[in-house]
């Protein structure tokens, strides 16, 4: 299924860059892909059937937000782009987004939304400009950060969910 991803992002990633709008095609393991492109909203979809379950995955600076429980979007952010993961049992996000805040704050609002989720913290990484938080919480919760500083504010990537490994 991982791999099935990976082709069908592709797959979309080159829809929204100008190839064919919407298609269908199946993979080596036999799973049915589909995906199309709004050109209005820019929205990008994936259907993907397989024996193991149907996922679904949505792409765009329009799709709403839909954490799983203890986590929201950071207060007054500006969302780049949200993509979205459903999948039988699993629900997840990787929303890109910016904020005139500091980098400090919006990793501190992170990382206590995270711990009181229960994810422990099992990598932090910094850099020059920014920094990676990375962890696992109970059961199959996945959670990660990667914020960094801007000239004025801060941009971040988030990938939050459950039930996606």
């Given at each position: ?94 929303i890109i987004f910016k ?46 950060i990667n914020a960094n ?6 941009t971040g990537q988030m ?7």
């Amino acid at each position: 299924m991982k791999r099935t991803i990976l082709v069908a992002t592709t797959s979309l990633l080159l829809a929204a860059c100008g190839s064919d709008r919407s298609g269908s095609y199946e993979t080596e393991d036999g799973e049915t892909v589909d995906y199309s492109v709004d050109t209005s909203s820019g929205e990008s979809s994936i259907d993907i059937k397989s024996e193991d379950g149907d996922m679904q995955i949505r792409s765009g600076s329009n799709v709403a937000v839909d954490l799983p429980d203890g986590f929201s979007l950071y207060p007054g952010a500006e969302v780049v782009t949200n993509s979205t993961i459903n999948r039988n049992d699993g629900q997840g996000s990787m929303i890109i987004f910016k904020t005139d805040d500091g980098l400090e704050d919006v990793l501190a609002f992170y990382r206590k939304q995270a711990e009181a989720a229960g994810v422990k913290i099992e990598m932090e990484m910094k850099t020059a400009q920014g920094t990676m938080l990375a962890g696992k919480g109970d059961g199959d919760l996945i959670f990660s950060i990667n914020a960094n500083a801007q000239d004025v504010g801060t941009t971040g990537q988030m990938t939050v969910g459950r039930g996606l490994e």
